[in-house]
């Protein structure tokens, strides 16, 4: 039996602005996409935030709702705009504009996983690339939307928390000799998505919980971030780049032996920025 295209789970009672989403956790890999793909079983999953919607499963408790992806990134991705669609992909199909994403490989319907590796050997159908689009990702974006929506509706505003994961190695190239590396990457696309108010205060409740943050570096937010950071009109979207480190073996793709502990600390975080939500007067200097 195929499932919906989104997981959303609702609070008993929505009591804050605040949303939580993980785009990249989707973990259902169609039968005639793997066949298709060149990839292993563990390859394959390399691009795809595994157990982020695990992590996240508890902020329902704190009045926020939690939409999560079905499919896998390397299947349909959510954080990429449905008009990204890569020629050396899709047969018979010219781009009209160069686009860095999509020349990389990682357009909507992505050629490649993480580290570069082909997905496919050949190219697809574009009405194969289409169906995935209609079928996937406009449902996906619809309902976010619908959120944002009721978020400003009920709340006055609306504040996005998008979730990924990243490989441990992803901190290499930024991170300092001698000092801690980040643990969490805050993207605002340098202050365009969300406004300081609420970027400082989502800062400061992963710190309170122990975790170390940067800005922007290497990640700074992707589609999602774009398409939905509107801060002058109370709509805010904060990207959050976790670790993998921290709660699962990335080689195998499994859960390590942090995992729990760690989800009790991000739990502490996440019960914070939900609070952001009901902070109106807070933050209204916006």
């Known amino acids: 039996m195929t499932p919906g295209p989104y997981r959303l789970t609702l609070p008993e009672r929505r009591t804050t602005g605040v949303i939580f989403a993980s785009p990249h956790s989707g973990s259902h890999y169609p039968r ?9 079983d563990k390859s394959i999953r390399s691009s795809e935030d595994a157990f982020v919607d695990v992590l996240l499963e508890r902020v329902t408790d704190h009045g926020a709702p939690l939409l999560a992806a079905v499919a896998p990134r390397a299947f349909v991705d959510l954080n990429r705009a ?11 199909f010219r781009a009209p504009a160069h686009n ?25 159908p574009l009405h194969e690339v289409k169906a995935r689009i209609a079928d996937w990702w406009h449902p996906y974006h619809d309902r976010l939307q619908v959120l944002m929506d009721e978020s400003r509706l009920r709340f006055g505003q609306a504040i996005l928390i998008d979730v990924h994961s990243m490989p441990h190695e992803a901190m290499d190239a930024v991170a300092v000799p001698g000092r801690p590396r980040p643990e969490v990457v805050l993207g605002d ?5 969300a406004s300081a108010a609420v970027v400082d205060a989502v800062d400061a409740a ?21 398409a939905y950071g509107r801060p002058t009109r109370a709509q805010h979207v904060v990207q959050v780049e976790i670790d993998r480190a921290l709660y699962m073996n990335e080689a195998e793709v499994r859960p390590n ?15 914070e920025i939900a609070s952001i939500g009901r902070a109106e007067d807070r933050l209204a200097a916006e």
């Open 32 to 40: 005639d996409f793997l066949s298709r793909s060149v990839l292993g």
């Open 100 to 124: 860095p994403r999509v020349a990389s490989g990682l357009g909507v319907v992505p050629r490649v996983v993480s580290g570069g590796r082909a997905i496919y050997s050949g190219k697809l």
């Open 189 to 193: 696309r340098y202050g365009t998505s």
């Open 206 to 226: 992963f710190v309170r919980a122990g975790l170390r943050t940067v800005r922007n570096t290497p990640f700074a937010g992707a589609y999602i971030a774009q």
């Open 257 to 271: 032996g942090n995992f729990a502990g760690f989800q009790r600390i991000l739990s502490g975080a996440l019960a």
């Open 82 to 92: 449905c008009d990204e669609l890569d020629p050396a992909l899709i047969e018979g």
